[in-house]
């Protein structure tokens, strides 16, 4: 029983210690993707917009940064419960605000590190309370059926409404719908890690999780795409983190029947640590900086494009 014990608490530690990774290589390919995705005028959209992109080095930092990203969340997958790992993702938000300050030489305000202080308290309580733990290693295909209908519907209806909103509701809500799709990703990497581990590589061609994976991949960096160029980094980037914990812990409970502690005490104070968070990301959409630009380059604001 000890060791039972000894090995989940190894298991944890690893997940946490790879999440916390995946956070940091996250904040890192968004700041960069972002510089060089606003580098292109702002009228610019679909085949137009991908040879821009093709031509900026700063985008293929920012690819390699992702891939970084998907190694470390497919290990701390393979440790930690969904509804564990993707929480503490929202770390990212710090660390955005540490690259922005230390390597774009911005000036962060005391608001922003307190609201991003704030969302990691939340963040914090949750995962105390709540102690997520592991459930299943795969998820069940009727399950993983209905789940796809159902996100289909919201990420249409969605990017129905905002066919004519402005460029921050644009990037609020492309980085909802990347949110949602990076969270439905987190479940196709925790079950392809788990057929890799089974069938091995060749036996995991034979099932479906691989292929979900791979779809899955190519639509959420679109719809990170869209959101970098459509607003706001401070819109978009706050969002995306946000939405996907959020996202990851139902879809843990209803794909993975994940455990997280049920008393009535436990729900309220879990409820709160995610309520607190909520406000906290609200808050960084305020306080963080709007734009790229240092803090020398500030007053040339009104001179950059709209989606700056």
Do not use: C
């Not at 770390?91 to 922003?112: F, P, Y």
């Not at 590190?113 to 914090?124: C, E, N």
């Not at 057929?195 to 091995?200: D, E, M, P, W, Y």
Request: proline fraction near 5%.
């Amino acid at each position: 029983m000890a060791l039972v014990h000894h090995l989940n608490a190894a298991n944890e530690a690893w997940a946490a210690f790879f999440a916390l990774l995946t956070a940091l290589v996250n904040a890192i390919a968004l700041t960069t993707q972002h510089l060089a995705s606003t580098r292109a005028r702002f009228d610019l959209r679909g085949a137009a917009l991908w040879r821009h992109l093709l031509r900026q080095p700063l985008w293929y930092v920012g690819w390699l940064a992702l891939f970084g990203s998907l190694v470390f969340q497919a290990l701390a997958l393979h440790f930690g419960a969904l509804s564990q790992v993707q929480p503490l993702i929202v770390s990212e938000l710090i660390m955005g605000l540490v690259i922005r300050q230390w390597w774009l030489r911005q000036r962060v305000s005391r608001a922003a590190w307190t609201s991003a202080l704030v969302t990691v308290g939340g963040l914090a309580l949750f995962l105390v309370v709540a102690s997520p733990r592991p459930g299943l290693t795969s998820a069940r295909d009727g399950r993983v059926v209905q789940t796809l209908v159902v996100l289909s519907v919201v990420i249409a209806l969605i990017t129905w409404l905002v066919r004519r909103a402005s460029p921050a509701r644009r990037a609020a809500s492309f980085a909802t719908i990347t949110g949602l799709l990076w969270a439905l990703e987190a479940t196709f990497i925790k079950s392809t890690t788990d057929s890799l581990t089974h069938f091995g590589v060749l036996g995991a061609l034979t099932h479906w999780p691989i292929y979900a994976f791979a779809l899955g991949g190519v639509a959420g960096l679109v719809s990170e795409q869209a959101a970098l160029h459509a607003g706001p980094l401070r819109v978009s980037q706050p969002l995306i983190v946000l939405v996907d914990p959020l996202a990851s812990v139902l879809l843990g409970l209803w794909l993975f029947h994940e455990h997280l502690r049920s008393s009535a005490p436990a729900i309220v104070l879990a409820l709160t640590g995610l309520a607190v968070m909520v406000v906290g990301v609200i808050a960084m959409t305020r306080f963080v900086p709007a734009t790229m630009l240092s803090s020398r380059e500030a007053p040339l604001l009104p001179r950059i494009a709209p989606n700056e």
